[in-house]
């Protein structure tokens, strides 16, 4: 699995002061979608508190089973996470797109490999890009990080991540408990095969453009995952989300998660949680960072509805081993859910 090297979007603003947009990453369709209006739709807020509290979980489980099931995003508050450590990843990451290009070069994605600085999901010479540099890392299990990409500038650069990665990560565990058990599920079968899950973190950089209207920070697509937390970096706001046919602005609450279902969780389901098309608009302004830590089973699993909720005979999507999802996710460029289609089954003639 690989991803064709590309120009750095933040090193072509600097030289050029973004005036000029290449051809490669003008989106005509951009200027032609619908989006919501302000206070038009937002998505539900979830305390995590609440679903911790033994007075109060009845209420907020079923706000969080709502929204899973109608939404697919929710806003995660109070979810326990030292600010310390959201403050170290932040500075972290601001850092390290601010180093010069050549010290984020000794980063970069190698030919095989997507780890690293560079970009993802580009299949091709010729296909539209994205507005945005990223560094995308494997954080868990620990044994499978690759440390020749893990920046050691800032200094503080490593530490800020594991800290960070353990945090998120047992927060996206006591969310999949909760979320088994209003499904109905022995909240064992998505946990056993959470045991050495896969965590991924993708940093995004997304410069500003002169002709923002016309460019993608973040093509549209679902997550591949079974659950992504995506926390703003800084105040900018760009991600937008598909509902009803318009795409819905999101506006992150100030320390909390964005959180949302990924494809695997709809796949487990068979689709009574959806994963939801969202994308990244960029500001003509200024830059926009965010990090998204993204949850999986582990390597064994196999990803397919779940016989413990899905009845024999009605499975929507096919059955396949996660090595095998993973490849098929990575080798196509990112359209929508297109993904999650080819996912699906033949429907039955009879």
């Known amino acids: 699995m690989e991803s064709l090297p590309v120009p750095s979007v933040q090193a072509m603003v600097a030289a050029t002061g973004g005036a000029d947009v290449p051809p490669r990453y003008l989106r005509p369709e951009v200027v032609a979608d619908a989006v919501a209006t ?15 509290n033994p007075e109060a979980w009845r209420d907020e489980s079923a706000r969080l089973h709502g929204a899973c099931q109608e939404w697919g995003f929710f806003q995660l508050i109070n979810h326990g996470i030292p600010d310390d450590v959201i403050k170290g990843i932040k500075a ?31 299949i091709s010479e010729d296909q539209k890009l994205d507005w945005a540099d990223i560094v995308y890392l494997n954080t868990l299990p620990p044994e499978d990080r690759k440390m020749r990409f893990w920046p050691d500038k800032p200094a503080n650069f490593r530490s800020a991540l594991d800290k960070y990665s353990a945090a998120v990560k047992n927060i996206a565990d006591r969310l999949l ?11 064992r079968v998505i946990a056993e095969q959470c045991i050495s899950g896969i965590q991924s973190v993708r940093m995004n950089y997304y410069p500003p453009c002169a002709e923002a209207h016309k460019v993608v920070g973040f093509s549209p697509h679902s997550d591949a995952d079974l659950l992504t937390l995506v926390l703003q970096v800084n105040e900018v706001q760009g991600l937008q989300i598909k509902r009803n046919g318009s795409w ?33 608009v960029i500001s003509r302004e200024k830059e926009r960072l965010s990090i998204a830590a993204f949850h999986s089973p582990n390597v064994h699993a196999t990803i397919g509805p779940l016989r413990e909720i899905v009845p024999h005979g009605e499975e929507v999507y096919r059955t396949v081993d996660h090595e095998e999802f993973m490849r098929l996710f990575f080798s196509a460029k990112l359209e929508g859910k297109s993904f999650l289609e080819r996912m699906k089954l033949p429907k039955s003639s009879s």
């Open 248 to 280: 819905v602005p999101v506006k992150p609450l100030e320390g909390a998660f964005v959180v949302n279902v990924g494809d695997i969780f709809q796949i487990f389901t068979n689709g009574r949680y959806r994963s939801v098309e969202h994308r990244a």
């Open 92 to 122: 972290n990451i601001e850092g390290f797109f601010q180093l010069p290009a050549e010290t984020k070069k000794q980063f970069a994605q190698e030919r095989g490999q997507l780890e690293g600085y560079g970009q993802l999901f580009v």
């Open 38 to 52: 302000d206070g038009e739709a937002e998505i539900p807020i979830i305390d995590l508190q609440k679903l911790l």
């Open 177 to 187: 408990v909760i979320m088994s058990k209003n499904l109905g599920l022995d909240p």
